[in-house]
């Protein structure tokens, strides 16, 4: 019986990418969506990928959620925390509705996602937990602060619990992506854009499909030395050891 592998926001984007790379490389894959019900549908009929809607940030919809995609599919060994959102402005003008926003979605689900799963896989001797972060993260950028700050917290949320779990065959790592060809990167301005493109030395945009492939390898039982690691994937526009 194949492993079951659960990401979140996996119906769209880089989350989309990673749920088709999980499956193609074998594993059960189920993703969460929060309200776009016609795309979601739309990705399992074009994949075949079973689809859960719940909110990230509500630990009891988590708890309902992954009890749900056990109860369909088994228990979850592989975790991708890459559910995000964006509410970008300048602090001085920032309110505390697109602070809390971003926060309770970015990095509070690190917890109310990996708490109801962590047991079951201590108890099983294998686990993956495979956190998405971003560039911004590790070198901060204008007009987010609470986004900078929530995928900074993915760092040391990820170092702090592979310390707790690395004796129980449980590995969890962090992906920081840079600038990805998706949509919420379509829709910045067309000049602000080709701005951040000269930044990047490889001179393009990520793929998705370039974050997916680093995901299916921490997944795999071949990753089982690796923890507690940041893996920076930007094309070289910011380069850091963690």
Same mark, same amino acid.
């Given at each position: ?12 984007g ?13 594993y ?5 969506f929060?309200?776009?019900v016609?795309?979601? /549908?739309?990705?399992?009929?074009e ?25 369909e599919?088994?228990p ?23 602070w ?5 979605t ?99 945009l ?6 997916a492939?680093a ?18 994937? /930007? ?8």
């Open positions: 019986m194949s492993r079951v592998a659960l990401v979140t926001g996996g119906t769209r880089i989350g989309a990418a990673i749920a088709t790379a999980l499956k193609a490389a074998g059960t894959v189920a993703a969460t929060a309200g776009n016609e795309k979601a /549908n739309a990705f399992k009929a994949t075949g990928i079973a689809v859960f809607q719940w909110d990230v940030a509500d630990p009891a919809a988590c708890e309902g959620g992954i009890a749900a995609v056990t109860a599919l088994g979850v060994d592989i975790l991708v925390n890459n559910a995000g959102i964006t509410r970008d402005g300048w602090f001085h003008k920032m309110d505390h509705a697109a809390k926003a971003v926060l309770s970015n990095l509070d689900s690190m917890f109310t996602m990996s708490r109801p799963v962590i047991d079951g896989m201590r108890e099983r001797g294998f686990g993956r937990i495979i956190n998405i972060s971003s560039i911004n993260g590790q070198k901060g950028q204008l007009g987010q602060v609470n986004y900078a700050t929530a995928k900074a917290g993915v760092i040391g949320f990820t170092k702090a619990l592979a310390l707790e779990n690395a004796r129980k065959g449980v590995t969890v790592n962090c992906i920081c992506p840079g600038y990805i060809d998706t949509d919420m990167v379509a829709a910045v301005p067309e000049k602000v854009l080709e701005g951040i493109i000269a930044q990047i030395p490889v001179g393009r990520g793929k998705a499909e370039e974050i492939a995901v299916v390898y921490l997944a795999s039982d071949a990753s089982a030395f690796m923890t507690g690691a940041v893996l920076t994937i /930007n094309g070289g526009q910011y380069m850091a050891n963690g």
